[in-house]
C-alpha cells in the first residue's frame, strides 16, 4: 500500500505535505507533486495535511492511474522536502475538475 497524490493537487501545489512526511519521498513537477510509492511508509500523515484534499491512500476505488502516474513521475521528478509559496492562482484552480488532461505537466519542478 501507498498514498497517491491525484488530480487537485494539479496547479494548487500548496507544499504543506512535503513538511511532514517522515521519509522525504515527495517529488516535484512543475505544477504538481507526487509521491514515491517505493517509498512511502503509509504513515498517513500527509493526507490531513493537504488543503486540497488530492492526497489518497490507494485502497480507495479508482486510483490505479494515478498510482501509475506517481510512480512513472516520482523516478523522473526531483525530490523536494521544503514548503515553497504556492502559485498565486491555487485558491481559483482548487475542485477544477479535469485537470489532468487540461493542465498537467510532465515537465520536472525546481526541488529543494
Ligand atoms: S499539500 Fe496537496 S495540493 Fe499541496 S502539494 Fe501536497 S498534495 Fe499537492
Ligand atoms: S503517507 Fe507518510 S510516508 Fe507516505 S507520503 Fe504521506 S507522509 Fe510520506
Not at 521519509?23 to 514515491?36: A, K, P
Not at 482548487?94 to 493542465?103: F, N, S, T
Request: proline fraction near 9%.
Amino acid at each position: 500500500m501507498t498514498y497517491v497524490v491525484t488530480d487537485n493537487c494539479i496547479r494548487c501545489k500548496y507544499m504543506d505535505c512535503v513538511e511532514v512526511c517522515p521519509v522525504d519521498c515527495f517529488y516535484e513537477g512543475e505544477n504538481m507533486l507526487v509521491i514515491h510509492p517505493d517509498e512511502c511508509i503509509d504513515c498517513g500523515v500527509c493526507e490531513p495535511e493537504c488543503p486540497a484534499e488530492a492526497i489518497k491512500p490507494d485502497t480507495e476505488p479508482g486510483l490505479d492511474q494515478w498510482l501509475t502516474l506517481n510512480a512513472e513521475y516520482a523516478e523522473k521528478w526531483p525530490n523536494i522536502t521544503v514548503k515553497r509559496e504556492p502559485p498565486a492562482d491555487a485558491k481559483e484552480m482548487d475542485g477544477v475538475a479535469g485537470k489532468l488532461e487540461a493542465y498537467f505537466s510532465s515537465e520536472p519542478g525546481q526541488g529543494d
